[in-house]
C-alpha cells in the first residue's frame, strides 16, 4: 500500500519535471522560431523536422524521469 505522504512527494516530483519539461520545450520553440531567416522550402522543412526529432528525444528523457520517480516510490 502506497502512503499518502509518498503519493504528495510523487505528485510534487511530476509536477515539477512536467513544468521544467514545458520550460525546455518552449526555450527550445523561441529559439527555433528567433532563427528563422530567409530560407528555402527544403531548409525550412529540415528544420521542423529536427525541430520534432528533438522534440522526441525531449519526451522521452520526460517519460524516463516520470518512471524513475513511479519507481523510486513504488507506485509501478
Known amino acids: 500500500m502506497i502512503s499518502k505522504t509518498m503519493l504528495e ?3 510534487y516530483y511530476i509536477i515539477n519535471v512536467t513544468v521544467g ?8 520553440f523561441v ?3 528567433s532563427s528563422v531567416k ?3 522550402y527544403l ?11 528533438d522534440w522526441a528525444i525531449i519526451l ?8 524513475n520517480i513511479l519507481k ?5
Open 9 to 11: 512527494i510523487a505528485t
Open 38 to 40: 530567409r530560407v528555402t
Open 21 to 28: 519539461y514545458a520550460v525546455i520545450l518552449y526555450i527550445h
Open 43 to 53: 531548409e525550412y522543412k529540415w528544420r521542423y523536422k529536427r525541430m520534432f526529432i
Open 72 to 76: 523510486t516510490y513504488d507506485i509501478i
Open 31 to 33: 529559439f527555433y522560431i
Open 60 to 67: 522521452s528523457l520526460y517519460v524516463a524521469i516520470i518512471i
